[in-house]
T-cell receptor
Framework: KAGVTQTPRYLIKTRGQQVTLSCSPISGHRSVSWYQQTPGQGLQFLFE???????NKGNFPGRFSGRQFSNSRSEMNVSTLELGDSALYLC??????????FGPGTRLTVL | SQQGEEDPQALSIQEGENATMNCSYK?????LQWYRQNSGRGLVHLILIRSNEREKHSGRLRVTLDTSKKSSSLLITASRAADTASYFCATASSGYSTLTFGKGTMLLVSP
């Protein structure tokens, strides 16, 4: 099976812009989770989607949003970018309550 | 917020030696997982241990779990230079795929 894919791999934006990141899970996996990784805060959970419904949400401002499509592909959006949003954004897919399979991540730099 | 705390934060050993990393967590869990990350890339799942298990093996990896102490350890035997990476423990609570990560241990294995 193909692994989790994320696009784009690298992204440079300026403050105030918005960005959309995409994640395609492993075939058959209906749960998709997003995580933010920064040197200061480490790996933090953003949200989880299952069958197109947000099932769980981390402690992030409303500028961070996401959705999942009927084919389980997921997107996350960050509006009004701030310098502190620079991070590696990781997507993971799973069969519920089992190990998660991570994509390579999208490296977002906000200037 | 971080659930787990890994110890040590950094570990430097020679090839052939064993590496032991410890993880402590705060709340009750459904399972605990260990992941490896090479230099800012995606996370690779290593092993999952459920709350009713005490020990698990996978190749050169041995994981223990003590739910009474809310702690786990990862032992890598006969380390290789290719084991150089950051290692994270992550906990999952009942009913959710969401993972809460520790800050990780950076392992350096010198030839």
């Amino acid at each position: 099976k193909a692994g989790v894919t994320q696009t784009p791999r690298y992204l440079i934006k300026t403050r105030g812009q918005q960005v959309t990141l995409s994640c395609s899970p492993i075939s058959g996996h209906r749960s998709v989770s997003w995580y933010q990784q920064t040197p200061g805060q480490g790996l933090q959970f953003l949200f989880e989607y299952f069958s197109e419904t947000q099932r769980n949400k981390g402690n992030f401002p409303g500028r961070f949003s996401g959705r999942q499509f009927s084919n389980s592909r997921s997107e996350m959006n960050v509006s009004t970018l701030e310098l502190g949003d620079s991070a590696l954004y990781l997507c993971a897919s799973s069969i519920t309550n089992n190990e998660q399979f991570f994509g390579p991540g999208t490296r977002l730099t906000v200037l | 917020s971080q659930q787990g705390e890994e110890d040590p934060q950094a570990l430097s050993i020679q090839e052939g030696e064993n590496a032991t990393m410890n993880c402590s967590y705060k709340t009750s869990i459904n399972n605990l997982q260990w992941y490896r990350q090479n230099s800012g890339r995606g996370l690779v799942h290593l092993i999952l241990i459920r709350s009713n298990e005490r020990e698990k093996h996978s190749g050169r990896l041995r994981v223990t779990l003590d739910t009474s102490k809310k702690s786990s350890s990862l032992l890598i035997t006969a380390s290789r230079a290719a084991d150089t990476a950051s290692y994270f423990c992550a906990t999952a609570s009942s009913g959710y795929s969401t993972l809460t990560f520790g800050k990780g241990t950076m392992l350096l294995v010198s030839p």
